[in-house]
């Protein structure tokens, strides 16, 4: 078996959510005179590739220690909604079904095409990235819980839709466009969409479940759109942790790795070395 990374590169660049502690580093030791570096790092748990846990919003749930690797690893899917979404748009459970076929209990890990604007990648542009994304409705939650879902993984900045999070009032000019927008295309005004009850739905509803979520993934995603994979996630032993960054990978045998990398040959790449969201998808 070979792994393809689908996690983002890490570095005091990489923005955290909205008002979220940043990645900070700083050498507590150098080589001169000590013999060794050595770095204290600070941040956020939310905070490029990482995967929300339970208690993040759902006081009794688990932690990421108690997160076991039946559950982080497993059959799932990756499904390309990019040619179906753009700016503040709404996903539903019949893009998804449309472009693959969900079992019962996969991991779901959904391709928006939002990740281009992600630090790493030559159209970076954070507010695109963090504010602009397409999310899901209610329809979708109660398509996870009926299908079952193990988890999701999205390749922007949250699993909810951004105007159905704090974000709507942190950032009333992009709130502005997104309302025309709503107006325009669902001939109904955020509010009406997304209603008080509804507020951040994906970590609300969900996580009591025990369905939570990834966030900010990427890497080589694109070279495995709308296929059925191997997936784990792999975030600390957290003991207490609410959430925690991660590594998320896709777990290939040797005859399809050998065709994705001749694939990735073909593909413009991030100065990372990771593949460059095509401009053709939004």
Same mark, same amino acid.
């Given at each position: ?27 507590? @030791? =150098? ?33 990421? $220690? ?32 449309? =472009?693959?076929?969900? %079992? ?5 890990? /959904?391709?928006?095409g939002y990740h281009r604007y992600g630090w790493d990648q030559p159209k970076a542009d954070e507010v695109r990235y963090m504010v602009k994304h397409p999310g899901p409705d209610r329809e979708f939650a109660q398509w996870c819980l009926d299908k079952k879902i193990s988890w999701i993984g999205v390749d922007c900045g949250s699993a909810d839709h951004p105007m159905n999070t704090i974000i709507r009032d942190w950032m009333p000019r992009e ?5 025309? %927008? ?8 955020? $509010? ?11 970590? /609300? ?6 369905? /939570? ?14 296929? =059925? ?12 942790? &609410? ?6 990978? $896709? ?16 593909? &413009? ?10 401009? @053709?998808?939004?």
């Open positions: 078996m070979k792994i393809i990374d689908l996690t983002i590169p890490l570095g005091i660049g990489t923005p955290a959510w909205p008002t979220y502690e940043p990645l900070q580093v700083k050498y507590f @030791k =150098r080589l001169a005179p000590n013999g060794a570096n050595g770095q204290i790092v600070t941040h956020s748990n939310h905070l490029g590739t990482h995967l929300d846990g339970e208690i993040h919003f759902y006081t009794p749930g688990k932690d990421i $220690a108690s997160l076991d690797f039946d559950f982080l690893h497993g059959p799932g899917v990756v499904v390309d909604l990019s040619d179906a979404v753009g700016d503040y748009d709404i996903y539903t459970s019949e893009m998804i079904e449309e =472009r693959v076929d969900v %079992h019962e209990g996969d991991i779901l890990i /959904i391709h928006t709130a502005k466009e997104a309302e025309a %927008h709503f107006q325009e295309v669902y001939g109904k005004s955020i $509010a009406e969409v997304f209603t008080a009850d509804k507020y951040q739905l994906m970590h /609300i509803e969900l996580f009591p479940h025990g369905i /939570i979520h990834a966030e900010c993934l990427g890497g080589d995603i694109d070279l495995l759109l709308n296929e =059925r994979v191997e997936i784990g996630c792999f975030p600390w032993r957290f003991v207490d942790g &609410e959430s925690c960054i991660s590594r998320i990978v $896709a777990f290939v045998d040797d005859e399809q790795y050998a065709k994705l990398m001749e694939k990735k040959k073909s593909l &413009e790449l991030t100065r990372f070395g990771d593949c460059v969201c095509p401009t @053709k998808q939004i």
